[in-house]
C-alpha cells in the first residue's frame, strides 16, 4: 500500500486520529478511498523509540498474512517505504474489550460469546493453523481483544507473538519474559521458558475480567495485588459468588456460572501441565453458554405459557357469555382492522352493518373485547418473530348459524383460527407462518 494513500487517510498521521499506542508505535484511524466511497482502516505505525523495531515488525506481519481467522483481526495491507513501516487492519468500531468490563449492557450471552470468540481464535493459533507453525501470542489482555459492531471479537496486537514449529521436539521456548504485569504467567516471567499454556494462564484473567466487570489493573488499585491473587485468594475462602460483577448477577444460570468458573479457574493453575489445552476451553465456553441458552428458554417458555393461560381464560370467559346468547339467523361477515396496535371496532360505526337490536349491540361490544385479546395474541406470537415489525391484524369474524362464531386473525407472519360454539365453548388453533 502506497504511503502517499495512508498519510491523505490518516491526514498525515495527525494526533487527532490517534486512537491508540503501544510498544510497536502508535494507531491511527483513517478513511482510505475504495473506488467511489471510503473505507475505515486502523494504521499501525512503527516507531523505534518505542522499543520495538523491524524484527517486531516482521513478525506481526507473517502471521496476520499467514494465519487468518474469523476471530483474527483482518490485514488490509502494509507499507515499507522511505523508512516507514505501517500495517494497516481492518476497522473494529467497538473498540477493544476493556472499555466494556464494567459496563451493565455487556450481558452475560454477549460476554460469553466473545470469550468463545477469543478460544477460538487462540486454539486456531495454538493448532497451527493448517501451517507448520504453532503462535504463541505472549501478550493475550483484554486491550489486545477489539470488538465489531455486532460483538464480535477479534484477537489483535501480535508484535510480540513467536512462531514456533509443530514438529520442535521441545515445547517451550526460552526467551526473556516479555508482556504485561497482570496477565504474565508468573512461570514464565521467573524461568522465562514460554509455552502455549502461558497464553492459557492470560486468558484465564480475561475470564475472570469479563466475570469481575473489573480489569487486573483495577483491582491491583483497589485490593493491593493482581486478579490472579485476589480470585485465589476469594476461591480459598469460599466466596465464589463475591467475584461476579453485581449488574450480571441475576441473569446468569447457576450451572452455566459454575462451569464458566470452573475452567477460567483452572487456566490460571500455576502448574502448567494442570492448566486446560484451548480446545477444552473452548468446548467448556460453549458448554456454559448452551447452559445460560437453554434457562433462558425455558423461562421465556414459562412466561409465554403464563401469559398465554390469562389471556386465553379470558377468551373462554368472553366466548361463554356470547355462547349464552343467541346467536341465530342470517349470517354476517365483516372485518375489523388493526392499524398500528389500535384496533378500529366498526361494530361501533354508525356508518357499518346494521346493528340494531339491543342484543346485538351486546353482542358486537363482547365480540370487540373478544377480539382485543386475540390481536394481544397476536401481537405476542409475532414479537417473537420480528421484535421491530409495526403490527396490522386483520380479523375476519364469519357468523353461522346455531350459535357458532369462526375467526380468522390474519397477519403479515401469522394466522389463527378461532373457533367459538354453543356446545364446545373455545377452541383456537395457530395455522401457520409464512
Wanted: proline content about 2%.
Amino acid at each position: 500500500m502506497l504511503l502517499e494513500d495512508i498519510k491523505r487517510a490518516t491526514q498525515n498521521f495527525n494526533n487527532d486520529n490517534c486512537i491508540g499506542g503501544g510498544g510497536f508505535g502508535r494507531v491511527y484511524k483513517g478513511d482510505l478511498q475504495d473506488g467511489d466511497g471510503f473505507k475505515t482502516i486502523v494504521a499501525k505505525r512503527l516507531d523505534t523509540r518505542f522499543g520495538q523495531g523491524e524484527q517486531q515488525f516482521l513478525s506481526e506481519l507473517q502471521i496476520l498474512m499467514d494465519y487468518k481467522h474469523q476471530n483474527v483481526i483482518g490485514l488490509l495491507g502494509y507499507c515499507d517505504e522511505i523508512d516507514e513501516k505501517v500495517i494497516i487492519y481492518e476497522y473494529a468500531s467497538r473498540g477493544s474489550l476493556d472499555r466494556y468490563l464494567n459496563d451493565s449492557s455487556l450481558t452475560w450471552v454477549k460476554r460469553l460469546n466473545i470469550c468463545i470468540d477469543v478460544a477460538s481464535a487462540l486454539d486456531f493459533l495454538h493448532g497451527g493453523g493448517g501451517k507448520q507453525a504453532k503462535v504463541i501470542h505472549r501478550d493475550i489482555k483484554s486491550a489486545n481483544i477489539l470488538l465489531n459492531h455486532d460483538w464480535k471479537a477479534k484477537l489483535a496486537d501480535f508484535g510480540l507473538s513467536l512462531i514456533s514449529p509443530l514438529t520442535h521436539q521441545t515445547d517451550y521456548v526460552i526467551d526473556h519474559a516479555c508482556g504485561t504485569p497482570g496477565y504474565l504467567d508468573p512461570l514464565y516471567r521467573k524461568s522465562g521458558f514460554l509455552t502455549i499454556e502461558s497464553d492459557i494462564y492470560s486468558f484465564g484473567v480475561v475470564l475472570f475480567e469479563m466475570l469481575c466487570g473489573r480489569s487486573t489493573f483495577v483491582i491491583h488499585k483497589h485490593e493491593g495485588h493482581y486478579l490472579p491473587d485476589f480470585i485465589k485468594n476469594r476461591f480459598d475462602e469460599g466466596k465464589h459468588d463475591e467475584v461476579v460483577f453485581k449488574q450480571i448477577r441475576e441473569q446468569m444460570e447457576p450451572k452455566s456460572l459454575t462451569t464458566f468458573q470452573k475452567i477460567a479457574y483452572q487456566c490460571l493453575h500455576h502448574e502448567r501441565e494442570e492448566r486446560p489445552t484451548t480446545k477444552e476451553v473452548l468446548m467448556e465456553l460453549e458448554k456454559a453458554l448452551a447452559f445460560q441458552l437453554n434457562s433462558e428458554d425455558k423461562s421465556d417458555c414459562v412466561e409465554e405459557k403464563s401469559h398465554a393461560s390469562v389471556i386465553e381464560s379470558q377468551v373462554v370467559e368472553l366466548s361463554n357469555e356470547l355462547n349464552s346468547m343467541n346467536l341465530t339467523g342470517e349470517s354476517e361477515n365483516f372485518k375489523i382492522h388493526n392499524q398500528d396496535y389500535m384496533l378500529h371496532d366498526q361494530t361501533d360505526d354508525p356508518a357499518g352493518p346494521d346493528c340494531s337490536g339491543d342484543m346485538w349491540v351486546q353482542e358486537s361490544r363482547l365480540l370487540g373485547r373478544l377480539l382485543r385479546l386475540l390481536s394481544q395474541i397476536c401481537q405476542k406470537q409475532m414479537h417473537k418473530y420480528e421484535k421491530e415489525a409495526k403490527l396490522q391484524v386483520i380479523l375476519v369474524v364469519v357468523f353461522g348459524g346455531d350459535g357458532w362464531i369462526a375467526v380468522l386473525i390474519q397477519t403479515s407472519h401469522v394466522s389463527y383460527r378461532l373457533s367459538l360454539n354453543r356446545p364446545g365453548g373455545l377452541s383456537w388453533t395457530f395455522l401457520d407462518i409464512t
